[in-house]
């Protein structure tokens, strides 16, 4: 004697639906993977006069949902000096800084340029930046950019589980941000993004 088997029509769709991954899980995705992504656009424009010691330009705030993922810090700096419609711009000597809470990384350890006062965390320094008094408008309505891309491992939050990321500057006689140095109304913008990457 035959013996009928009958089982119940199969949805896969259903069945996708029920498992909710429209939004897939962190702990579910492969390593490599963005898991979340922080931008801060910055269009403010400040003027900084001589600094002794690195002073925050612009920064951002994220809170990581992985304790063992990388972050990959990218940051790009507008700004002019008043030096600029210098023959000679000595004397106006700046670094920058890249800070997770306390602790400065991305640094360049071989540059050794000081004009006095600890400085040996930045990634970048100068001397005598570029400067020409020689054409008409002495380069006074233009700004420089610079930028830096660095993946961070070793990040660390603070008792809310807070990372904040900086850009920061530390300059022998002055630095405006986002604007050239002879009026506002000349200028550029700077950002910063931080991904958190898991690993």
């Not at 656009?41 to 920064?59: C, D, I, M, P, R």
């Not at 700004?143 to 500057?169: F, L």
Request: charged share 20%.
């Amino acid at each position: 004697m035959g013996v009928l088997v009958t089982k119940e029509e199969f949805n896969l769709r259903s069945k996708l639906n029920e498992l909710n991954f429209s939004t897939i899980p962190v702990e579910k995705m492969p390593a490599g993977s963005i898991i979340q992504t922080k931008h801060n656009y910055v269009t403010a424009q400040t003027v900084f006069g001589a600094t002794n010691s690195a002073t925050e330009l612009f920064g951002l705030d994220i809170y990581p949902k992985v304790k063992s993922s990388s972050m990959l810090v990218t940051a790009r700096i507008s700004f002019s000096h008043d030096r600029l419609a210098y023959d000679n711009a000595d004397h106006g000597d700046y670094f920058l800084f890249l800070r997770n809470n306390d602790v400065y990384f991305g640094v360049n350890s071989a540059l050794t340029r000081s004009y006095g006062y600890t400085n040996n965390n930045a990634f970048y320094k100068t001397d005598v930046p570029f400067s020409n008094d020689a054409v008409q408008h002495s380069w006074a309505y233009d700004v420089w950019e610079r930028s830096i891309q660095c993946m961070h491992d070793d990040w660390s939050a603070d008792n809310t589980g807070k990372v904040r990321y900086s850009i920061e500057m530390m300059c022998q006689n002055n630095f405006e941000l986002n604007r050239s140095q002879h009026n506002t109304t000349n200028g550029g913008v700077s950002w910063i993004t931080v991904q958190e990457i898991k690993q």
